[in-house]
Each structure stands twice: as C-alpha cells, then as structure tokens.
Nanobody, 125 residues
Framework: QVQLVESGGGLVQAGDSLRLSCAFS????????MGWFRQAPGKEREFVAA????????VYADSVKGRFTISRDNAKNTMNLQMISLKPEDTAVYYC??????????????????WGQGTQVTVSS
C-alpha cells in the first residue's frame, strides 16, 4: 500500500518561513517523480513545485519561484518544501503528490495519481 502524509502546516505571519514535509511509503514511491500542489478556497488546485525521482531537477510555479525550495531524501522517505517570505496569497491546503517518472518533469495535476490528504497553511497579513 502506497501512502503519502503531509505535515508542517500552520498559521504564520506574512514574511515568515515554514517547512512542509511529506512522508512516503511504498516500494515504488522512491522512484516516482513528486510534487507539491495547493488549493485555496474557491480556487482550483494548482501546481507549486515538482522534483525528479532522483532529485536535482526541479520545477516551480512562477508565483513561488525564488521563495520556495523543494527537496527530497529518499533514504529518509521524505519530500520537503521550504517556504520563505510567505504571503497571504500562499494560504491554501498543500498536498504532496507522486507519479511514475517520465522523461519530462510534469506539472499537470491530472497526471499525478498518488496524493496525500493535505496540510493547511495560513498566512496572516
């Protein structure tokens, strides 16, 4: 059974930092590409960042580029999202996701078939 569990969400002030973690289990997950997505009330779930199964190659949404850093540690079965300079518009439920690795690091949420339950991030002004 494959399982993804997010943690690290919370209430912070604008300009603050926060680190989200996604613990994953399952024999095949460590060789899957993974990503972070978020969904704010009344909005569609959107792409935040993605990382290759082996690390190194990453992709970020324009809205978070330069502020967020995605990483993974397969030995520890974790994927992380380090967020700095948080803004109120970053408020959302953040989800970790995984998909079978391909030659291109995909950002379309519909291609990710493994999902966690989400963790709430709230940034006050």
């Amino acid at each position: 059974q494959v399982q993804l569990v997010e943690s690290g969400g919370g209430l912070v002030q604008a300009g603050d930092s926060l680190r989200l973690s996604c613990a994953f289990s399952g024999r095949t997950v460590s060789v899957y590409d993974m990503g972070w997505f978020r969904q704010a009330p009344g909005k569609e779930r959107e792409f935040v960042a993605a990382i290759r199964w082996s690390g190194g190659t990453t992709v970020y949404a324009d809205s978070v580029k330069g502020r967020f850093t995605i990483s993974r540690d397969n030995a520890k079965n974790t994927m992380n999202l380090q967020m700095i300079s948080l803004k109120p518009e970053d408020t959302a439920v953040y989800y970790c996701a995984a998909r079978r690795s391909t030659l291109t690091l995909v950002t379309d949420k519909v291609t990710y078939n493994l999902w966690g339950q989400g963790t709430q991030v709230t940034v006050s002004s």
